[in-house]
């Protein structure tokens, strides 16, 4: 492992007054983590450094042809005041899958970890405490070789940015009206759809401002071959409990394989739950809603950790679910997820990691 050389501000930031005022992704910490690669050194260097802007050559290849990767991950205070990290070994193994997609050299894990647990160590200050707040944790790597030709840069950034983030749910949890699109699509199997990367949130912009016009505040995704199946929301894993068993889109290269997913599916496990990863048609969903054997939706991800899903439109068709409300299983999904990233309940898979 790689020693970081750590330089720190001067002119340390006033840290946010009003924690119910922070919204997401608009504030950052006094300092961030950056460590480049070469084919000569390979990822070498790493330094912990005041937040600054880049100087980057205007023909960088990230801005033309967009190789970059992206994370998403968040720390959190507990109330005994320990810092707490949940499943980062995910999310470390999850963008290395990303880096080997998209040509991208693989960090090593224990730098990427070391990484993480220094720069979130030294911001700890700037983790917000209200109930519902975290500090979000943006790792990215951009490619750098200014060059218009395309293939894979020989030179990128390494680079971790931290924004103290407000609760998702201002007043408790709060079903979403979902979009689900039948036009437009996100990603096909064997493109970039289980990469954490950028093209597949362009991709996705269309959309999402269409269904943002008809009153919907998210996309869901159908396959991009027959559109037929399930995959996922715009950044969020997709549930259903139908006929009292949970239900999700299993992973087929095209769907994104969230961290939060994997700990919904683990839980509804470990509480004696039948579950099936597999194929869902839209077809199916729309017959169960109209059978009322469709009781509940939801959607996972860091950002919001479990939205329910109050309805679902696809065409003309508007399916409501659970009244509108929010189902017993969502409720305890969010309490316990977010009871294990706070500390609050107990954690009997080892998911949280602590920061000293
Ligand atoms: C990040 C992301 C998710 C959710 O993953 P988590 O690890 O649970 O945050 C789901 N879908 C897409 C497209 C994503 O980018």
Redesign the pocket.
């Known amino acids: 492992m790689q020693e970081i050389k750590i330089e720190l501000t001067k002119n340390p930031k006033a840290k946010p007054a009003d924690q119910s005022k922070l919204g997401f992704g608009k504030i950052f910490t006094d300092h961030m983590y950056i460590m480049p690669y070469n084919k000569e050194k390979g990822w070498h260097d790493p330094r912990i450094e005041p937040y600054h802007s880049l100087e980057l050559d205007p023909s960088a290849m990230v801005f033309h042809y967009g190789q970059e990767m992206f994370e ?1 991950m968040k720390a959190y205070r507990a109330e005994d005041g320990r810092t707490l990290l949940f499943r980062p070994d995910r ?1 470390i193994a999850r963008a290395n899958n990303s880096n080997r997609r998209i040509c991208i050299p693989e960090v090593p894990e224990d730098d990427f970890m070391n990484a993480l647990k220094t720069l979130v160590s030294i911001e700890k200050d700037w983790i917000p405490t209200a109930p519902g707040t975290s500090l979000y944790i943006r790792p990215f790597i951009i490619a750098t070789d200014p060059f218009l030709g395309v293939r894979p840069s020989d030179t990128y950034l390494f680079m971790i940015i931290l924004s103290p983030s407000g609760a998702y749910y201002e007043s408790g949890l709060d079903p979403v009206k979902i979009w689900i699109e039948d036009d437009y699509v996100r990603a096909v199997r064997g493109g970039i759809g289980e990469a ?1 990367t950028g093209g ?1 949130y362009v991709a996705s912009l269309k959309a999402q401002m269409k269904a943002h016009e008809e009153g919907y505040s998210q996309v869901l995704w159908l396959d991009g071959v027959e559109r037929k199946y399930i995959e ?6 997709i549930f259903f409990k139908i006929n009292g068993k949970v239900v999700t889109p299993m992973l087929n290269g095209s769907i ?1 394989p ?4 994997a700990s919904c599916l683990d839980l509804c496990r470990h509480w004696g739950m039948e579950v099936e990863e597999r194929r869902v048609s839209v077809e199916e969903l729309v017959a169960a809603a109209r059978d009322g054997s469709l009781e509940e939706c939801w959607g ?4 919001a950790v479990i939205s329910p899903v109050g309805a679902l439109r696809f065409g003309d068709e508007v399916m409501e679910i659970s009244s509108g409300g929010i189902g017993p299983v969502s409720q305890k999904l969010y309490d316990t997820v977010t009871g294990i990233q706070t500390g609050k309940a107990e954690d009997p898979f080892g998911w949280v990691v602590e920061v000293k």
């Open positions: 998403g999310n954490k597949n996922e929301v715009g950044a969020m894993n994104l969230g961290v939060t997913r996972s991800g860091t950002a």
